[in-house]
């Protein structure tokens, strides 16, 4: 029996779940009732019924829990509470998914032990703005389930609206979801940080707009180039050991946390780019990234006068 023969309910239409109705109405799917948690509404919602937790086990034979990762076991566990003794005529098996890049199937253990069909579909993708099928088109979905029955209906469920589907094994979600956060969030943060430091030397707020085409251009050489080495240029990757000691010389006085972070990542760096490089430009540049000093590791004689400060207010 295919995803036709279900009737949806989406309980805990937040972002992400608001964002699965535009796609599930999109792809012509039922949707039989929005469930409310806490105090979820959307526009998007309004014109379906609102029903409780509990009585969407009674609406529909789909549930899709976008609900907060530590919350998905206790609204499975109520839904099991709920589910009716027999199923309408002609219903289908019924269904639970969940959306947490990190969150075991297990999750859904109560409705599993129902007889429930578990599974999970993570889209990798951000939901920062306005809910939109668009959202998930073509977007790649990772498939986690405990049969290959529910793999298979969980592929044909996110090709229906839209995305790629993959299957990840359960045990290996924590490393995937790892991969999305660095790849993701913490990019937001350093970016973040890049501003910061970009507004400073230019003594106005325009540091993302300066930075733009740097990150426009490097995020598509990056994606086009198939291997991340690839794309890296700067001090790094040109073993330019000078400009790496200024910069450490100056966050180490200004700023010691973003230092150790120029540091860490300045490592990764130099390891796609060691092929290119001497070993003597390797050698240098691991003493200088992996010293807790000033940033003079491995250099003698006098030093340059150390530039200005750009923070006037002192470190930030």
């Known amino acids: 029996m295919n995803v036709d023969a279900y009737r949806f309910c989406v309980i805990g239409p937040g972002r992400l779940g608001s964002t699965v109705l535009a796609g599930l109405r999109e792809a012509d799917l039922t949707v039989a009732a929005v469930g409310v948690h ?3 509404d959307t526009d998007l919602a309004a014109s379906l019924p609102h ?13 899709w829990l976008a609900v907060p990762d ?7 566990g109520r839904l099991a509470g709920a589910l009716p003794a027999t199923r309408r005529p002609g219903a289908p098996q019924p269904l639970a998914i969940h959306s947490s890049g990190l969150g075991s199937v297990h999750l859904l253990k109560p409705l599993h ?4 069909r578990t599974l999970c579909l993570h889209p990798l993708q951000t939901f920062a703005g ?18 290959e029955r529910d793999l298979l209906l969980g592929e044909e469920l996110a090709g229906r609206l839209g995305m790629r589907p993959f299957r990840l094994e359960d045990d290996q979600k ?6 999305a956060v660095v790849g993701c969030n913490l990019l937001v943060a350093l970016e973040s940080e890049a501003k910061r ?20 251009t490097t995020m598509r050489n990056l994606l086009q180039g198939g291997e991340p080495a690839s794309a890296l240029t700067g001090p790094v990757a040109r073993g330019d050991v000078g400009t790496v000691r200024a910069h450490l010389r100056l966050l180490d006085r200004e700023s010691p946390r973003l230092a150790q972070t120029y540091r860490a ?14 070993d003597g430009q390797v050698e240098t540049l691991q003493a200088l990234l992996r010293t807790g000093g000033a940033g003079d590791a491995g250099r003698s004689g006098p030093q340059p006068p150390s530039p200005p400060s750009p923070w006037a207010g002192g470190q930030p």
């Open 265 to 278: 990542l300045s490592l990764e760096a130099l390891a796609l780019a060691a092929p290119r490089l001497d």
């Open 197 to 216: 430091l970009m507004d400073e030397a230019t003594a106005e707020s325009r540091g993302l707009d300066h930075l733009s085409v740097l990150l426009e």
């Open 174 to 179: 924590t490393l995937y979801h790892l991969a």
């Open 51 to 63: 029903v409780r937790v509990r009585d969407a086990a009674l609406e529909a034979d789909a549930w």
């Open 130 to 147: 306005e809910p939109r099928a668009e959202l998930l088109r073509d977007v790649p979905c990772a498939v986690t389930a405990l049969e």
């Open 38 to 40: 806490a105090d979820d």
């Open 70 to 76: 530590d919350e998905i076991y206790g609204v499975a």
């Open 113 to 116: 032990e129902q007889g429930v």
